[in-house]
Each structure stands twice: as C-alpha cells, then as structure tokens.
Nanobody, 126 residues
Framework: VQLQASGGGLMQAGGSLRFSCTASGLPVSSRPVGWFRQAPGKEREFVAA????????RYADSVKGRSTISRDNTKNTVYLQLNSLKPEDTALYYCAAGTYRTPLSVLREVNGNKYWGQGTLVTVSS
C-alpha cells in the first residue's frame, strides 16, 4: 500500500490550495482516509477525514468552514481543498488511511491510521 500526497507549495495568506492523496494497493472507495498536518515544533494534528462507505466527513475546528475533503474513485484519489489560507496553516500535510472498519472517530487520532503517505509541505506567508 502506498499513499502519495501532493499539492503543497509556497502560498500567500488568503489563497487556496488543493491537496491530492493518490493511493495504490488500497481502494479509497471503501476505506476511510484522513488528512493530518504537523507544524514545526508541534505534534501532528487531525485536519479532515472522509469515511469509506457513507462519504461522511469530519473537520478540525481550525479548518471547518474553509476546507472540503472529497474523493474521486475513478482516480483512487482523495482531495483536500483548503481556502482562506492563514500563516498558521503552514505545516507538513500527510494523508493516512484506516482499515475498512475504522470509524472516523478513531481515524482522526494519529494512532487510528494504518497507512501513511509522505508529507507535502505548505508554507503560507502573510
């Protein structure tokens, strides 16, 4: 199983970014997938997640209202759209996936994920 995250870059505050997480060896159509981020000197934190069966979503309060997680089963890819970027969004962003039965309440915990991709760096300047 591999998760390939992409979409990071150097951004201005107020801008928008779309991250992609493309999976191989794992069908995103039936697996819960989440996004996490880790800022310098801080612990990894939950950002957003989408369930594998009902398309239910969860968002961290820090991004709620300005982010959307979605899935394209034909591309086996999960996206995270993040708008109104803030300097505090600067972090390494990771995608992760759980098992078939992992509920979102568990997936939003770092230890609740079975597979991790490499991070993609976002730097937001004011």
């Amino acid at each position: 199983v591999q998760l390939q995250a992409s979409g990071g870059g150097l951004m201005q505050a107020g801008g928008s970014l779309r991250f992609s997480c493309t999976a191989s060896g794992l069908p995103v159509s039936s697996r819960p997938v989440g996004w996490f981020r880790q800022a310098p000197g801080k612990e990894r934190e939950f950002v957003a997640a989408i369930s594998g069966d009902t398309d239910a979503t969860r968002y961290a309060d820090s991004v709620k209202g300005r982010s959307t997680i979605s899935r394209d089963n034909t591309k086996n890819t999960v996206y995270l759209q993040l708008n109104s970027l803030k300097p505090e969004d600067t972090a390494l962003y990771y995608c992760a996936a759980g098992t078939y039965r992992t509920p979102l309440s568990v997936l939003r915990e770092v230890n609740g994920n079975k597979y991790w991709g490499q991070g993609t760096l976002v730097t937001v300047s004011s």
